[in-house]
Nanobody
């Protein structure tokens, strides 16, 4: 079992930056791919970014490519989402997720989910 706790959300003006963190419990973190998703009010949850267990393979939604960067620190059991040039349409609850496929080459699915952290971007 893996527990995920997100932090770092808040209110920011358009063009600003935030860094989200997701702290994971458990010894298996370093072997799991990790992902970030978001859900805006009235919309379905959507994929934002993912990173494989080693950090050598990353994926991004087209809407955030070039603005967001996903990274991880396996020694700290933490995955990050650096968000730059934020836009009002980035406003959403952001969730991190873990793919329990061990040492997968890329993200496959979310088996464990955090509770989310709210990001609000004002225009």
């Amino acid at each position: 079992q893996v527990q995920l706790v997100e932090s770092g959300g808040g209110l920011v003006q358009a063009g600003g930056s935030l860094r989200l963190s997701c702290a994971a419990s458990g010894r298996m973190f370093s072997s799991y791919a990790m992902g970030w998703f978001r859900q805006a009010p009235g919309k379905e949850r959507e994929f934002v970014a993912a990173i494989n267990w080693s950090g050598g393979n990353t994926m991004y939604a087209d809407s955030v490519k070039g603005r967001f960067t996903i990274s991880r620190d396996n020694a700290k059991n933490t995955v990050y989402l650096q968000m730059n040039s934020l836009k009002p349409e980035d406003t959403a609850a952001y969730y991190c997720a873990a793919d329990s496929t061990r040492y997968g080459s890329r993200w496959s699915r979310g088996d464990y989910w955090g509770q989310g952290t709210q990001v609000t971007v004002s225009s």
